[in-house]
């Protein structure tokens, strides 16, 4: 069985991994869907037959049967587009943050823009699989986590859910990622001459990803530090999570908590203590890597968690997502 | 007046960097002190002269009446060489950890090593001139800061000195380094193919310099976590430092505290509210750059530090401590 | 049907990427052989499994029935190990430079070496599929060519076999290389800060992989002038080929010659007129691209040569050698 | 004496270079002249002081008595600000190409524009002062090279000049420049993520700046191929220059005519054979390093020569120029 799937903004680089990954996606035939023409296409060798182009329209969304559409988009054109294409038929992964919020009020207040789907906003699903996998399954729309909070929220959630952090001390999340996540659209700070040698810190404890991990996470606002910041390398986030847990516990004792959340769990992977990952770990794979150090007599952990921001952050987790939807194995195309 | 001084370790990045910078030093002749060649000399153009060589010997260093000796080299070369160079009339700048800590019992902890020169470890000043700097002035033999420990001392130990730090919350530091903190010596770890596009953590919660925080900005180490971090980049350092304040602050509160300490301080450097330092702003130069957010209703506050290793948190300081010690400017050679 | 087959040197770069494609392989079953463990494993997650590790022995492989085993090992090594290996019934492909040349005395001048296995090396066959395929099919040992070689080779050999190259002008090919080429080993000049931001060439008009070009296009010394340089990047060569040509061609008619060459080969791809490869278009590729720019009214052309040096420069045509001694797709697991 | 002088286009990388050369020269005093603020400031330390702004016009130059403008600057830019700068009084150091060529035929020829001022065109000096010293001395307006001339002409002409060039074969220049060489304004090309662990050759045998070299270094057209390559750095230019000798001539043979040019020559610096130059070398200096292989029995050479782009190739240079042209020790500020 093959599903016809297209593909909105596959010019930028999350939209250019899905086609990559795609393409080896034994079910799905993919189609692009030629929205705006605002960025280039690469130079291509003769003969190179990309996958078929057609017009982003309600028609030709309806005539291509397409079963499911990303939209690797800015949140605004994800508003526009969403209603119609779910409309022609198509169930849609949204990889924008137009849908990740759960009201209004709290997409204002954190994209500091009003929403233009509220309905749309309260029925997507937030599609983080290893905590919703129910709920993606039998949704029209999906919209895939941020990069930063699924590094963040992987780590934090089974920790948080079984009780073990002390929340009167402050839990900080110290985030670094690549320039890809900032898209492919030029800007003086994503310039070669910018980031080469440099690296800086922006968005500090205001940054918009912030809202999903309190909401994921169940955590105060209060409670909770992220600092966002710029690598000089195209992809990868490795995030610094710390904290002090309620009573002594090692580095052992916190693995099994995550053991239990994520035993069968096909993209997360554990470190034994003593080892941490690196963003070479992870790097161009759906994993999500995480590893512990504690001093149990001080009460201190630290977490350190590894996504490809391109990948589990973006285009292979929209893949994932894509798979429940359409009832095929989760790791399809993925491993 | 020429003060002859001497560099032991020359062909290393600290090394190269004191004779890059004291070549613009106007009250000095330099002398590299030839000890084992371990490493090898760049190539260079035709009528090259780099400054002039002589032997590592008592002899040598009385011959040419040096002034005062740095020492680029590990912790137990400084150990052998400091007792015959104070012997022969030098004044030593060691930019190991040799002589950092106050305590054999101490250094024995962190560094896992027995120290061979008690009495000299209680005789050492740190070199940390905004802070001692008349302990500096009058010393024989001063001991340079730690690259790590520069930035976060002197972003710290203001706050914690005005007490406005809450110490049941922890305070957390990410620091990230360029490369070349790890010294010119090849090993895997520092291999280009390994670091490029890669980013790690090291030494959680265990890094030796972070006993040099606990002494200096005198913290309990159950308050303190740190980070140590390897940038895809040659040089500096750039920390992300986490706490939280006793009562409501805003960034220009705690920048009023910083401006009382740093206000004459030729090196330090406050960014108003809302600006930050990158690492180009610092890089081949002796400034630490010091930027502030805060979240004054939730009395979170994050302050970034950033130096270059080799400079600030290395050659640069000690040629600071070398101008306090022979009664120069103390910033002369270093704008 | 699956294959069993080996790897020796499987921590090494080319190692590593050979156990990288062959696990996508759907026809083999990888064996690493530990010969010296002089380099360190990487840190890996909980349950990591790589392929089974059998001893390097004659034993071992006969036990485990090995049909073809890889070397991705210095020269030396490949010529012990060898005759052992084809008398315990495994065909070889060996990644070293221990096989490429014609005879003792090409190998001696080059390699500044004595060579221990005389018979083998007049046996063994140079694995550049595209010209020398049906050589392959039928060997017991087959040396797999240099990277700079086969970037080179591809784009001239076509073209001196057509005679359109003025060969009494110079033929230049200015190659550059990402730093993986030189090996896992640490060494200065593959250590980070020597490399990042920088830019160098070696082993100008005398590096051993001039040997394979002279052999393989038929060239004279005094004609090809050769150049290594090493870009600061991981992975990737990129060669620029200057030459003229005996009368006036556009880049059509050069285009054309390669297309008679290469119209049915799977691994090289052309670009028209007016576009090049980059390394982006042939990283993780085993991929040779070709474009061309040529000035007819002065009969100058220019080629730009583009391949992954760890892929089609060394695993990945390995791999190619394999399937053609194993009577397999050529392609398989490489596409 | 202090002349006051002004940086048109001060934002950009070559503006930002002049500002921090000349930030220590002894004899000028700087003003920032505002065109367009067509880029932003950097983040600034509290009490920072640039130097002082001024606008751009004929008054504000008048009043301040600029004594030289630089003009960092597009070509239409500098060729409508050029008349009036020299009619106010200030003599002018173009970094631009518009007044490099000698005919407004040949600009049109390679900038594919009209050129809007014969007139000035005709009255420019080429500021390449190792070979127009004299003429610069005495210039209203001095035309400063192109960054790529610089290095291949340095290289090229001595030889051309000697007559040592078998001009039957080709002379091929191999040219890789850091990103910083495309200016500050962003595009996808300058792109980090588009440049990071990448390598590409543009403008082949088409690039504008050949012009530069057939005027100064006395080349025919169809003797010379020229290659721009985009290195992953921020800074430095290599350039690999190929040729043949028309008689037998050793590495020793080419330099004894570089000594001769370049032997007083205080920013030209050769290597003894077996040493080339790499970028580390120059960067951030106004050096133009050269080395030389030769293989005699072949009449093969290959020159290495390397600037920084920044430095020798635009901002350094200018101020070389400047001094000329105020009377002043040429090296005054750039050693």
């Known amino acids: 069985m093959t599903y016809p799937i297209g593909i909105v903004g596959f010019r930028g680089y999350s939209g250019e991994d899905l086609v990559r990954l795609l393409s ?5 035939s993919v189609h692009l869907l030629e929205h705006r023409a605002d960025s280039q296409d690469r130079p291509r060798p003769r003969r190179y037959q990309g996958p078929p182009r057609i017009p982003c329209t309600p028609d030709a969304v309806r005539e291509a049967k397409l079963a499911v559409v990303f939209l690797a988009t800015p949140p605004e054109v994800s508003m526009d587009l ?33 929403h233009a789907q509220e309905t749309l906003l309260h029925e997507a699903v937030y599609g983080l699989p290893e905590f919703f996998r129910e709920q993606v399954r039998g949704a029209r729309l999906v919209s895939n986590p941020g990069c930063y909070p699924t590094a963040v929220n992987l780590a934090l959630r089974p920790l948080v859910e079984a009780g073990v952090i002390d929340r009167q001390a402050s839990i900080v999340c110290d985030a670094k990622s690549g320039v890809s996540g900032a898209g492919r659209k030029p800007s003086l700070k994503t310039s070669f001459c910018e980031v080469t040698e440099n690296f ?7 940054h918009r990803h912030v809202a ?11 409670e909770f530090s992220f600092t966002a910041q710029l690598l000089p390398i195209d992809r990868g986030i490795l995030e610094t999570i710390y904290f002090r847990t309620n009573s002594s516990m090692s580095a052992l004792d916190i693995l099994n908590i995550y053991e239990k959340s994520y035993g069968n769990e096909p993209f997360v992977r554990l470190y034994n ?50 798979n429940l939807i359409l009832g095929l194995d989760e790791t399809e195309g993925l491993l």
Chains 1, 2, 3, 4 share one sequence.
């Open 82 to 114: 969403t209603p119609w294409l779910l409309e022609a038929g198509a169930k849609v992964v949204d990889l924008s943050g137009a849908f990740r919020l759960r009201s209004v009020a709290n997409y204002k207040r954190w994209y500091k823009e009003d």
């Open 212 to 222: 999903e991990v309190l909401l994921t996470s169940q955590l105060e606002e209060h």
């Open 24 to 28: 080896h996606h034994p079910h799905v």
């Open 200 to 206: 800086s810190a922006y968005s500090v404890l205001e």
């Open 273 to 322: 203590p003593g080892g941490l990952p690196d963003l070479r770990a992870i790097q161009r794979t759906n994993f999500c890597d995480i590893g512990v150090v504690c001093d149990p007599s001080t009460r201190r952990a630290v977490v350190v968690s590894a996504i490809d921001n391109l990948v589990k952050g973006a285009a292979g987790q929209a893949i994932q997502n894509m």
